[in-house]
Structures are given as structure tokens and as C-alpha cells.
């Protein structure tokens, strides 16, 4: 069964950062649309950041992330980050890594058009 596997999240303060890793199978990494999603307390899941790992596209961050995370990634161990810093409260959430296999990014950035889930990780920022 093919899976995305997460690692990193916890609980920092604000301002603070932390780093996510989501690791994917070599036959998933390629050429695939990945990101980000997180679901607040009572809130809808929502996107982050998504990423092409083939190359030759702009990364999309959601308006409220932009410009205190980015997506970073590396190869070798087929593994996409999400570096975040100036971390706020409202940031707090359950963190899902996210694919879209062997596909582009073009859909819209919505849960029903990924196909593989990481575990998902709890970050929690406290003021």
C-alpha cells in the first residue's frame, strides 16, 4: 500500500519555527504534485503550499503562509519539507502531507483531488 510518512510538528511559541518532512515512495516522488494541508479545530481542511517535483513550476503558497513557510526538497531521499517560521497561534493545526501521483498541480487546490495522505502531525503554537 502506497503511503506518504510524515515527521516533525510539536508545539513551539509564537514566532517560533518548526520543520515537516514527508517522505513518498520513489514511484510517487517523480513528477508528482505534493503540498500541504492543515485542518484547524473546527475547521474545514484547507491548503498550505504545493509543490511540482518535476520541475518547471511556481510553488503555491495559501496567503496566510506566504512568505514564513516554504517548501523546500530532496531528492536523494525523496522528501519534500515545509520550513515554517514566525509562527502564529492561528497556525496551530493537524499538518497532512498530500500527492497527487504522477500528476500536475493544475487541479484546483482542494482535499477530493489528492490521492495520498500522510498520517498527519500536530502543531500547536501557543501566544
Known amino acids: 500500500q502506497v503511503h506518504l510518512v510524515e515527521s516533525g510538528g510539536g508545539s513551539v511559541q509564537a514566532g517560533g519555527s518548526l520543520r515537516l518532512a514527508c517522505a513518498a515512495p520513489?514511484?510517487?516522488?517523480?513528477?508528482?504534485?505534493m503540498g500541504w494541508f492543515r485542518q484547524r479545530p473546527g475547521k474545514e481542511r484547507e491548503g498550505v503550499a504545493k509543490?511540482?517535483?518535476?520541475?518547471?513550476?511556481?510553488?503555491y503558497y495559501a496567503d496566510s503562509v506566504k512568505g514564513r513557510f516554504t517548501i523546500s526538497q530532496d531528492n536523494a531521499k525523496n522528501t519534500l519539507y515545509l520550513q515554517m517560521n514566525s509562527l502564529k497561534p492561528e497556525d496551530t493545526a493537524v499538518y497532512y502531507c498530500?500527492?497527487?501521483?504522477?500528476?500536475?498541480?493544475?487541479?484546483?487546490?482542494?482535499?477530493?483531488?489528492?490521492?495520498?495522505w500522510g498520517q498527519g502531525t500536530q502543531v500547536t503554537v501557543s501566544s
Open positions: 498530500a500527492a497527487r501521483a504522477r500528476r500536475s498541480c493544475t487541479a484546483p487546490f482542494s482535499p477530493q483531488y489528492f490521492d495520498l
Open positions: 520513489e514511484v510517487v516522488y517523480g513528477s508528482s504534485c
Open positions: 509543490f511540482y517535483t518535476g520541475g518547471g513550476s511556481t510553488t
